[in-house]
């Protein structure tokens, strides 16, 4: 079965450092795209970035460049989402996503919330 | 980015078809064979329901279809069913390797 088994959730303070995780199985893990999707609570789906986890090539969306940063380790079929210094704002959940086609995701994560309050 | 337009919410009875909207404008809708929806049920992942317009994955309901015209695009239910309530999402090609999505549609079954 394909699937994207992500990390639980998560609570930090404003000017935590944190990683997510998001662990592929079933598939060719360095063969798809991997995309993270941000909800923040009460909204709709962010496309946040992509990587390749074949040869970690990246794009971010310009709303989330420099804010995150996605890496991928083909070692553990893991793709990652990181930020340096939390703020509150970052609160959401956070899914993953396998790129199936030109421009869809056709596996989608559970989700890691992440909660970040004082 | 600019989110695509869709009613924040519609509602319609079980048996009855409901069409969804998705706006966007000619940098992506308009000029994207990649639009794409998917169903999400709060606390459960997203699932994909239709891709590049108008194609359905193996395992989703003939019940739902997808179709294009200018920069809106649209889904349509038909034959409501209690477990389509959910919040549904489209989403566009905007750039290379970029996505933009809808800000969702609230579907109530009645």
């Known amino acids: 079965e394909v699937q994207l088994v992500q990390s639980g959730a998560e609570v930090k303070k404003p000017g935590e450092s944190l990683k997510i995780s998001c662990q592929g199985s079933?598939?060719?893990?360095?063969?798809?795209?991997i995309g993270w999707v941000r909800q923040m609570p009460g909204k709709g789906l962010e496309w946040m970035g992509i990587i390749y986890p074949g040869d970690s090539d990246t794009t971010y969306s310009p709303s989330f460049e420099g804010q995150v940063t996605i890496s991928a380790d083909k070692s553990t079929n893991t793709a990652y989402l990181q930020w340096s210094s939390l703020k509150a704002s970052d609160t959401a959940i956070y899914y993953c996503?396998?790129?199936?086609?030109?421009?869809?995701?056709?596996?989608w994560g559970k989700g890691t919330t992440v909660t970040v309050s004082s | 980015q600019s989110a695509l337009t869709q009613p924040a919410s519609m509602s319609g009875s079980p048996g009855q078809s409901i069409t969804i909207s998705c706006t966007g404008t000619s940098s992506d809708v308009g000029n994207s064979k990649y639009v794409s929806w998917y169903q999400h049920c709060p606390g459960k992942a997203p699932k994909l329901l239709i891709y590049?317009?108008?194609d359905r994955p193996s395992g989703v309901s003939n019940r739902f279809s997808g179709s294009k015209s200018g920069n809106t695009a649209s889904l349509t239910i038909s034959g409501l069913q209690a477990e389509d309530e959910a919040d549904y999402y489209c989403?566009?090609?905007?750039?290379?390797?970029?996505?933009?999505f809808g800000g969702g549609t609230k579907l109530t079954v009645l």
């Open positions: 590049d317009v108008s």
């Open positions: 079933g598939y060719t893990f360095t063969g798809y795209w």
């Open positions: 996503a396998r790129r199936g086609g030109v421009f869809y995701m056709d596996v």
């Open positions: 989403s566009s090609y905007k750039t290379t390797f970029t996505w933009v």
